[in-house]
């Protein structure tokens, strides 16, 4: 068997420990201690943060996308081939080491992605940048930590609990999406997003491409079109089939109803 090789070490500004970027032949791997992050073998779960939010979105003539985590670049990728020609689409991410494996060491993964002329990279941490934006973005794409269940550093809770998930919310424009991934199902993290004023479908996902291996949770919650000051009524729907959303409305509902949909598999 081909040994891991060490290429680069990076500490994580503001909440310490280092990654790990490791190479075993055409095979990457991104480790924080004793823990994987993220495998270039893995890429299914990452990807559908982008191709959801774009099948929902494909209406909305120049979207504006934010990517919270560039990692291995799965979700920027399936981003810019899913979107449309006019999409602005920023990626934000906490390491400066990160951006530059991207462009140097992960080069063979990442391709010519980095330098499209929709990609704007900010050296930044995503929840400061969410925290200042107000009806800014049509989707926001978040793969931070391991999700509501933080890995890296508690720190990361901080844009799942219910004050972060609020700024989420106002940081979308009205009818806007945000696509949480997570390696778990998390029953009070979907409260928080339905507390929030959320819609909410829950989709699980494999982390690989094929038919088999572990599955990954993605949270897609729909602001509505109605601030909650309206009239409109809030309901919750639960049902199992296609991610359909409110069945007139493809998922962003045009009535300023909340739904929560759950979607077994993809």
Request: hydrophobic residues 40%; aromatic residues 6%.
């Amino acid at each position: 068997m081909i040994p891991w090789k060490l290429l680069d070490r990076a500490v994580i500004p503001d909440v310490g420990g280092e990654l790990r970027l490791m190479q075993r032949g055409l095979e990457y791997s991104i480790m924080l201690g004793a823990n994987e992050l993220m495998n270039s073998r893995l890429s299914g779960s990452e990807e559908a943060l982008a191709t959801l939010t774009a099948t929902k979105l494909k209406n909305v003539q120049s979207p504006q996308i934010l990517i919270g985590g560039l990692g291995m670049g799965f979700t920027l990728r399936a981003a810019l081939a899913a979107y449309s020609s006019e999409a602005k689409i920023t990626v934000a991410e906490l390491v400066p080491a990160v951006v530059t494996w991207a462009q140097h060491q992960l080069k063979p993964i990442f391709g010519e992605c980095m330098d499209d002329p929709r990609v704007r990279t900010q050296t930044i941490d995503v929840f400061n940048m969410i925290r200042e934006a107000k009806n800014q973005f049509h989707a926001i794409l978040l793969d931070v930590d391991n999700g509501p269940d933080g890995l890296t550093h508690p720190k990361n809770d901080r844009l799942y609990n219910s004050k972060g998930v609020k700024h989420v919310f106002n940081a979308l424009v009205p009818g806007g999406l945000a696509a949480i991934w997570s390696a778990r199902p998390d029953d009070k993290f979907t409260k928080i997003l339905l507390g929030a004023g959320f819609g909410v479908e829950e989709v699980s996902v494999r982390g690989h491409r094929g038919k088999s291996g572990a599955k990954h949770h993605i949270w897609l919650a729909s602001k509505p079109m109605r601030s909650s000051s309206d009239s409109a009524p809030s309901t919750t729907t639960n049902f199992t089939g296609d991610i359909a959303g409110c069945r007139s409305c493809a998922g962003v509902c045009l009535h300023g109803l909340n739904h929560q949909i759950f979607v077994h598999a993809i």
